[in-house]
């Protein structure tokens, strides 16, 4: 399994916003759509603040492949349920990296349904 680079989780993690397009099920990517991502541990996750049946999320549904670009890197990915365990971290990360922006704005990122419409980008692979 692939693994972010140190300076990848940096530059991603650091990056106030991230493009991601989702593979649809012919191979295409869908139109990029801009969302917030944080880095906890070695990891980065986004959330859907529409949870589940957000459009950019119902997307990632089909293949769970994508494409990303935020702080100057550009990856393909694969989307990976979260799950519940790691829902506390990630509202923190979210608190934390976002907290100076108005409430109306963060708060939906740490709700209920956005903690179940949350995924872990990992990077794909490159096969030579």
Do not use: C
Request: charged share 25%.
């Amino acid at each position: 399994m692939a693994t972010w680079t140190n300076d990848e989780l940096t530059r991603i993690g650091d990056a106030d916003e991230l493009q991601i397009q989702s593979t649809r099920s012919d191979g295409t990517l869908r139109k990029p759509v801009t969302i917030w991502v944080v880095r906890a541990g070695n990891d980065l996750y986004v959330r859907s603040v529409g949870g589940r049946d957000g459009r950019w999320f119902h997307g990632t549904q089909n293949r769970h492949e994508g494409h990303i670009q935020a702080g100057g890197i550009d990856k393909d990915v694969t989307f990976e349920d979260a799950g519940s365990d790691l829902s506390d971290a990630i509202d923190n990360a979210y608190r934390a990296k976002y907290g100076n922006y108005p409430a109306p704005f963060v708060d939906p990122t740490v709700t209920p349904a956005a903690q179940a419409a949350t995924l872990r980008l990992v990077p794909q692979e490159i096969h030579a």
